[in-house]
Structure formats: structure tokens, C-alpha cells
């Protein structure tokens, strides 16, 4: 097997912090300049495996691979001020998806940013790159915006992987079911879908079960392993592990595209999953091990709502993809926003064995029926 040295391409502009979903809101993009002050405190921008790469703004001809043209032409308008009736119809209004001056702009330069990051990838200028502020938009639909997301910057993308004949993996590790991504590969088995996430009974957006498997060419190609809440590192990684290596490796991707959300995390203050930045963390570099055999690795954001948490794990994620040995203990020159003193949570927390046994039960169950539903179909 060809070895890779190990070399990361962040993809990163400030402006892709600027934008202000309003104060009461729980996604802010701020999050990204505190991700890359961490990342600059602790020297990972420094390294020679590292390199910043600016984004770019999507086309419109790239956003409408996914997007239905009238959509696209309702979040221009909505991102140039003007008052658009009915636009409620595609999603916007109060609560997650609230409309602002800049909208199309910011989901815009979001989604060619993973274009970006697909680009420096498959021209053989990076191994892995990470897109910072993609992957938050999993739940945008072709006519809908949803969930905060407005262009789902991660089908964007890997539609164009596909048009080249690119056979890509997509692993969603964000605390909410990829919907929108699965959505958009549903009928076809030239993207697998995997998302791990806390269970629909109990959070947004209510889908992602085990029996989503697919439909037509893609039956078997759509996988959904759904958790309990309060389910920790232990139990989480156990239900990767049956899942994601074996179908990763009788796929055989091209590409592994990741999606690397963070409200999973403990403390995030919107889902009930419990895991560590180190959990989190280990998730990551078993995808990135699965990724060193088709070659390419993209990364991208997603969700996470305690800033801490993010800044936290997605530095130890890009200091993964570089092979970069982060300190233990998080610089005293990072003062931007509260952390703990060290990148990995000392001590984790402990949800006692009662509810260790119920979340097991719960995985073992969501992993016993990926095996009946899904593994045939790939030959396991």
C-alpha cells in the first residue's frame, strides 16, 4: 500500500466568521475564528504539513447541481434585504432559518469552501482538507432551507466528485441525522451514506432510522445508525466500529468525505449525546485511517454550539489530518473564549453503568439491524 505523508489544507477566510445569525441564535460563526485562533496558539499553523487556502464563492451553476433555481433566487433576494412573500414556503422565518442581509453570500462562500477543500484533494496539492464552516448545511433541501443550513455545501460537492466518476463515501458523525445529504443520494449507489446520530425519536429532524436504507439503484446505500440519548465515548465508538470499517472497506471509495460536527459533545447545549473531545477525536482519526486507503480525505464542519468544544476538537482534528502533536494543555496566549485547560476533557464524564447499559442496548439494537438490512447488500 502507497503511504501518504501526512499534509493538511485548511480552508479558511475570515469572512466566513462574519456572518451574524442574531444574538439569540444558537449557530455562531464566530466559532471558526476561535477554532483558528486555537489552531495558531497551539503552533498547528505553523507546520510544514499544514497549509491556509482561501474559499471562494460557490456559482450559481454549482449550487443548482442541488438546489431548485426559484430557491436560489429566494435567498438571493433574502440576502439583499428585500421583504420575500411567501418565504416561508422555502424555510425562512423565525427560528432556525431566520432571514438576513448577507444570507446568500455567507451560505455562498460556506459552500465553496468545500469546493474548495474537494479540489486541493483530487489534484493530488493536499491529502486531506478541512472545510471549517461546511457541513453545517446537511440539512438544507433542493427548495427548503432547514435546520440552519441554507445550501448543503456537502452534496454540492460530492455531486461534482460524482460527475467526474468519483465513487465517494459520506460519514456524518454530527449529533443530528445528515438528512439532506442522504436525501440527495437516495437512488444511487454511486455515494454511500452514513450517518451516526442521536436517535430522531428524540431530536431533530426526526429522521434517520434504521429503515432509511435507500430506495431503487440505491437500496442498501443510505445506512443510519441512531443512538440513544446520554450515550457516551464508549458505546458511540463501539457502534462505529461495527458499522463504519466494514462497509468503508467493501465500498471502496474513491474520496471519504467527512463530516466532522461537534454537538455531540457533553456540553453542547442543544442535543443529549456525551461525548469527549477525545472520543470525538479517536472517531476522527479511525476515519482518517479508513480515508489513507482510497487516498482522499475531505473534512468539513457541522454542527457544535458550545464554542469551547468546538475550538477544542476541531484543532485536535486538524492537527490529525497533519500528524501534528498538539500540547497537552491549551495555550495561556488563547483567551478569545472559555475553554478548559486542556484540549481533552479531564475527567469525562461518568453516566454511571444503569444508563451505559440502556445506551449499549439501544446501539446494539440500531447495529443489529444495519447488519439485516444493509450489510448484504454488500456482500457482508
Known amino acids: 500500500m502507497t503511504t501518504h505523508s501526512p499534509q493538511a489544507s485548511l480552508v479558511y477566510s475570515k469572512e466566513l466568521a462574519a456572518h451574524d445569525m442574531g444574538p439569540n441564535h444558537p449557530l455562531k460563526p464566530i466559532r471558526y475564528a476561535h477554532t483558528v485562533g486555537l489552531m495558531e496558539a497551539s503552533g498547528l499553523l505553523e507546520s510544514p504539513n499544514v497549509r491556509v487556502v482561501a474559499p471562494r464563492p460557490a456559482d450559481r451553476e454549482d449550487i443548482e447541481r442541488f438546489h431548485h433555481p426559484e430557491y436560489v433566487d429566494v435567498v438571493h433576494a433574502i440576502g439583499s434585504g428585500m421583504i420575500v412573500p411567501g418565504m416561508g414556503e422555502f424555510g425562512f422565518g423565525p427560528g432556525d432559518n431566520p432571514p438576513a442581509r448577507g444570507l446568500y453570500d455567507a451560505a455562498a462562500l460556506s459552500a465553496g469552501s468545500t469546493i474548495v477543500a474537494t479540489e ?59 438528512d439532506g445529504v442522504q436525501l440527495g443520494f437516495y437512488e444511487t449507489q454511486r455515494v454511500l451514506t452514513i450517518s451516526i446520530h442521536e436517535s430522531g425519536q428524540y431530536l431533530f429532524p426526526g429522521t434517520g432510522h434504521t429503515e432509511e436504507t435507500g430506495r431503487a439503484d440505491g437500496l442498501g446505500y443510505s445506512v443510519n445508525v441512531p443512538l440513544a440519548p446520554y450515550t457516551g465515548d464508549e458505546v458511540w465508538l463501539e457502534a462505529f466500529e461495527a458499522v463504519v470499517p466494514p462497509l468503508l472497506e467493501s465500498f471502496q471509495p474513491d474520496l471519504v468525505f467527512t ?36 487516498g482522499l480525505w475531505v473534512a468539513v464542519g457541522g454542527g457544535g454550539y458550545d464554542l469551547g468544544a468546538v475550538a477544542r476538537a476541531w484543532t485536535m482534528d486538524l492537527a490529525a489530518m497533519a500528524g501534528f502533536n498538539l500540547p497537552e494543555r491549551i495555550p495561556d496566549s488563547f483567551t478569545s473564549v472559555p475553554v478548559p485547560p486542556t484540549f481533552a476533557d479531564q475527567p469525562p464524564p461518568d453516566p454511571g453503568a444503569a444508563v451505559t447499559s440502556q445506551t449499549r442496548a439501544f446501539a446494539q439494537e440500531s447495529v443489529r439491524q444495519i447488519r439485516k438490512k444493509v450489510f448484504p447488500r454488500h456482500g457482508l
Not at 155 to 171: C, P, S
Not at 270 to 283: E, M, P, R, V
Request: glycine residues 12%; proline residues 2%.
Open 120 to 178: 486541493l484533494v483530487t489534484s493530488g496539492k493536499s491529502r486531506a482538507a478541512f472545510a471549517l464552516a461546511g457541513g453545517v448545511h446537511h440539512h438544507a433541501m433542493p427548495a427548503r432551507a432547514a435546520g440552519f443550513g441554507v445550501f448543503n455545501d456537502a452534496v454540492i460537492a460530492i455531486e461534482g466528485l460524482a460527475a467526474q466518476g468519483m465513487r465517494v463515501a459520506y460519514v456524518d458523525i454530527d449529533c443530528h441525522h445528515g
Open 259 to 294: 463530516q466532522l460536527g461537534i454537538d455531540t459533545h457533553f456540553r453542547d447545549p442543544i442535543t443529549h449525546l456525551q461525548l469527549t473531545t477525545q472520543g470525538h477525536n479517536q472517531a476522527v482519526r479511525r476515519l482518517g485511517a479508513l480515508a489513507d486507503r482510497a
